[in-house]
């Protein structure tokens, strides 16, 4: 009799608890369309949820995904502006000035000695022009070339037995055409169909100033 009472009680307790989980499972769909019906009221009235067809709701919750989609053209543009944000905030120049390998170059169609020069740069926020490796060479001399000139001030400059580049930057490619005495021709400036070659720092060049790009 015990045990009969027993299977008769976990019976009960195992309905009620079926029973509990379908209306919470009922309760949770409600919840999910509540908000499609309450924006489409805006609409016109509608059809109580257990009279209403299943074709009309699955037009409403289709009709709220199209709405919360973007256009196609503006899905395309959104995406342009991720992918061109990073470039035009990191690699920005100045007007006049031509980025090339995260830096920005200014050619000054000006003659002045190097010392001028560097002062000029400076008051641009920048230096005379630095060279890391050969392709910035070339791009140096295509700038100068554009310019209708021969040659350059560049930012290499001889003190205490060393070449050095007035931007701090390390003078580890070299890129000699004529190496002339030190002692009078401490300035570097290129040529635009050669490598570069030492001058007297008083020759009135014009000059490129280089700077990081914003």
Not at 60 to 75: D, F, I, M, R
Not at 87 to 111: E, K, M, T
Not at 177 to 189: K, M, P, Q
Not at 200 to 212: A, E
Request: proline share 5%; charged share 20%; glycine share 6%.
């Amino acid at each position: 009799m015990k045990v009969l009472s027993i299977s008769v009680l976990l019976c009960v307790a195992l309905t009620l608890r079926e029973a509990a989980g379908q209306q919470q499972a009922v309760a949770v769909e409600q919840l999910s369309i509540v908000p499609v019906l309450e924006e489409a009221k805006e609409t016109g009235p509608l059809k109580p949820l257990g009279d209403a067809p299943m074709e009309t709701i699955v037009e409403l919750v289709e009709n709220k995904v199209e709405q919360a989609l973007p256009e196609e053209g503006e899905a395309e543009a959104d995406a342009l502006a991720l992918v061109q944000a990073p470039a035009i905030r990191f690699l920005h120049c100045p007007d006049g000035w031509y980025l090339h390998q995260s830096r920005c170059f200014l050619f000054v169609n000006s003659y002045l000695p190097w010392h001028n020069a560097e002062e000029h740069c400076n008051t641009l926020h920048a230096n005379l022009a630095s060279v890391q490796n050969p392709r910035q060479y070339r791009f140096l001399q295509q700038l100068t070339t554009m310019a209708n000139r021969h040659s350059a001030w560049i930012g290499g400059f001889y003190l205490q037995d060393r070449w050095l580049w007035i931007d701090r930057v390390g003078f580890y490619y070299e890129n000699w055409y004529t190496h002339l005495d030190v002692d009078r021709n401490a300035c570097i400036h290129l040529r635009t169909s050669v490598g570069w070659s030492n001058a007297h720092c008083g020759t009135g060049l014009p000059f490129i100033c280089v700077k990081m790009s914003c």
